[in-house]
Nanobody, 124 residues
Framework: QVQLVESGGGSVQTGGSLTLSCAAS????????MAWFRQAPGKEREGVAS????????NYADSVKGRFTISHDNANNTVYLQMNSLKPEDTAMYYC?????????????????WGQGTQVTVSS
């Protein structure tokens, strides 16, 4: 059974940084696409960044390009989201997701496994 467990959320001020982690387990092999999504109250879930665990260029939403960095540690089956220059509009519940596709658009329908979410709050 695939499990994704996020950690690292919290509260920061504008301009601050946070790093989210997502530990994956239960996959039969290590080839899959992992991503971070976020959902603010009253808004749709939004894709933030994705990465293929065997390499290739990460994919980012325009709203986070240049500020967020996604990475994957194959040894620990963990994906990270380094978030810098945080803004109040980045406030949301952040979810880790995994897809069996090598590449997948940042759309929730392409991802079959989800973590429980971790809250990020950015105050002005």
């Amino acid at each position: 059974q695939v499990q994704l467990v996020e950690s690292g959320g919290g509260s920061v001020q504008t301009g601050g940084s946070l790093t989210l982690s997502c530990a994956a387990s239960g996959y039969r092999d290590s080839r899959y696409c992992m991503a971070w999504f976020r959902q603010a109250p009253g808004k749709e879930r939004e894709g933030v960044a994705s990465i293929y665990t065997r390499g290739g260029m990460p994919n980012y939403a325009d709203s986070v390009k240049g500020r967020f960095t996604i990475s994957h540690d194959n040894a620990n089956n963990t994906v990270y989201l380094q978030m810098n220059s945080l803004k109040p509009e980045d406030t949301a519940m952040y979810y880790c997701a995994a897809s069996s596709f090598k590449t997948a658009p940042l759309k929730a329908s392409f991802f079959g496994h989800w973590g429980q979410g971790t809250q990020v709050t950015v105050s002005s």
